[in-house]
């Protein structure tokens, strides 16, 4: 069964960096559309950012111009590095692979910014 794990949350300053990565176990992990969402507590959860099977990107309006979306296909992951770090930012980060009908979720990883 496909399987996401998560890694490089922890807690960082306002206006640090973090660099998150996501490793997925599939043969075919180059035609999954991988993305990075998350939770606050009392939020739902939401986008953070997306990159399809073929790179296209997408990100949250809020994020846009700090964080930044890759996948490496060779080593079957997708990272999230995450610049500027605010306040607004701590919450559980989640990858998710989707293929078709397949949605899956990783176990999900802490961010917290706070000085």
């Known amino acids: 069964q496909l399987q996401l794990v998560e890694s490089g949350g922890g807690t960082v300053q306002p206006g640090g960096s973090l660099r998150l990565s996501c490793v997925v176990s599939s043969s075919i992990f180059s035609i999954y559309d991988m993305g990075w969402y998350r939770q606050a507590p009392g939020n739902q959860r939401e986008l953070v950012a997306s990159?399809?099977?073929?790179?296209?990107?997408n990100y949250g309006d809020s994020v846009k111009g700090r964080f930044t979306i890759s996948r490496d296909n060779a080593k079957k992951t997708v990272d999230l590095q995450m610049n500027v770090l605010k306040v607004e930012d701590t919450a559980v980060y989640y990858c998710?692979?989707?293929?078709?009908?397949?949605?899956?979720w990783g176990q999900g990883t802490q961010v917290t910014v706070s000085s």
């Open positions: 990159i399809s099977s073929s790179g296209t990107t």
């Open positions: 998710n692979a989707r293929l078709s009908t397949q949605n899956r």
